[in-house]
């Protein structure tokens, strides 16, 4: 008969034990990996010789120089201005129809074609009152006021009216 298990020992690794272990697995991910480990050591080499590094080190020396500088090329830039622009932009274009927009871009790209072919003719301006009554001229010309017409409303807005609509819309 077999002897009853009274006393389990748990064996418990000695710190030689463990760092051995912990160095073997480490040998082994990198002998799995030597070809990409190869290839990044020779990156940071390139690096290094090219003097990233010494850059990267003065930068983080001087970070708080730097910082003041870069927030000092903000302001002049103009960039916080230039963002909310780009805000401004990207609400516009986003109240803009698809359907629209396509067709007076090709209306546009269509007269633009119109227009690079020489024209030698001369139009006076009966010519001109008689192209009036052409259907495409005529659509052209309707656009084209509509569109001075709704320039003009948002023109005549004073700057407060302006400022407040541009609040409502960022907040939205």
Do not use: C
Request: aromatic share 4%; net charge neutral; no cysteine.
């Amino acid at each position: 008969m077999a002897r009853a298990i009274t006393r389990i020992e748990k064996q418990i690794p000695t710190e030689t034990q463990q760092q051995v272990e912990s160095m073997e697995e480490i040998l082994k991910v990198l002998s799995d990996n030597r070809k990409s480990l190869v290839a990044f050591i020779e990156i940071i080499k390139e690096a290094h010789e090219s003097g990233i590094f010494d850059i990267i080190q003065g930068i983080l020396k001087n970070k708080h120089e730097v910082a003041k500088v870069g927030l000092e090329f903000v302001r002049v830039a103009g960039i916080p201005s230039m963002m909310k622009n780009a805000v401004i932009a990207m609400q516009f274009l986003s109240k803009l129809d698809p359907i629209k927009v396509h067709m007076l871009l090709n209306g546009l790209n269509q007269g633009l074609e119109k227009a690079s072919v020489p024209n030698d003719n001369y139009t006076g301006v009966w010519g001109m009152v008689k192209a009036l009554r052409e259907p495409e001229i005529n659509s052209s010309i309707n656009v084209l006021l509509n569109f001075l017409r709704g320039m003009g409303i948002e023109f005549g807005k004073n700057k407060e009216q302006v400022k407040q609509e541009i609040h409502e819309t960022q907040s939205t």
